[in-house]
């Protein structure tokens, strides 16, 4: 079965302290593997696609990367406004499978 | 920046009442699909279509809901009768190809 596995479940950051989120997964024929940018009570908004094992994509201060069985989401000095719950995704031989997110707070 | 329209962006209604949600993707995207969300946890599909095909509804409960999508635009789904476990995000998706599926702003639906 599909699956995707994000940690940690929550992360609390000062202002300017860099980390990185963790998406594992396993899938059936990797298509595509996503991340997504949640706000609450708002719907999930598209960041990345990342296709084949050592690809990078970066926007502002996030830069996703990709292995054969994890994604990583580094998130470089981050500000308060980067507050959000990030959503990994992957695209096997079906639709979309999420993960349950990463609640990422920075405090200034 | 084009968007995925929804609406209505809330609903409460009691058990056993109808209720319907509308979406209307991004102009050229074929694919639509149709989510729920519930509080923290990710996006769970619920049917998705190719133009006005269904192309997988295998977790759609169908005894309740029912989703169409009549001239391959817009998108209607409906939940009759409505259970106090329908209570979550409901959120319409469209895309392009394999290329990243982009959200619309979901319709919180409260049953009580």
């Known amino acids: 079965e599909d699956q995707v596995t994000q940690s940690p479940e929550a992360l609390r950051l000062q202002e300017g302290e860099s980390s990185s989120l963790n998406c594992s997964y396993t899938?059936?024929?990797?298509?595509?593997l996503f991340w997504y940018r949640q706000d609450p009570g708002k719907g999930p908004e598209f960041l990345f696609t990342?296709?084949?094992a050592g690809e990078e994509k970066e926007k502002e201060r996030l830069k996703a990367t990709l292995t054969k069985k994890e994604s990583f989401l580094h998130i470089t000095a981050p500000k308060p406004e980067d507050s959000a719950t990030y959503l990994c995704?992957?695209?096997?031989?079906?639709?979309?499978?999420f993960g349950k997110g990463t609640m990422l707070l920075v405090s200034p | 920046e084009a968007e995925v329209a929804q609406s209505p962006r809330y609903k409460i209604t009691e058990k056993s009442q109808a209720v319907a949600f509308w979406c209307d993707p991004i102009?050229?995207?074929?694919?639509l699909y149709w989510y729920r969300q519930i509080l923290g946890q990710g996006p769970e599909l619920l049917v998705q279509?190719?133009?006005?095909?269904?192309?997988?509804d295998s977790q759609l409960p169908k005894d309740r809901f029912s989703a169409e999508r009549l001239k391959g635009v817009d998108s209607t789904l409906k939940i009759q009768p409505a259970e106090l476990g329908d209570s979550a995000m409901y959120l319409c998706?469209?895309?392009?190809?394999?290329?990243?599926?982009?959200f619309g702003p979901g319709t919180r639906l409260t049953v009580t």
């Open positions: 279509f190719q133009d006005e095909s269904v192309v997988d």
């Open positions: 899938v059936s024929g990797l298509r595509g």
């Open positions: 995704a992957h695209s096997g031989y079906s639709t979309l499978t």
């Open positions: 990342l296709y084949s």
């Open positions: 998706a469209s895309s392009l190809g394999l290329t990243g599926q982009y």
């Open positions: 102009s050229g995207h074929a694919t």
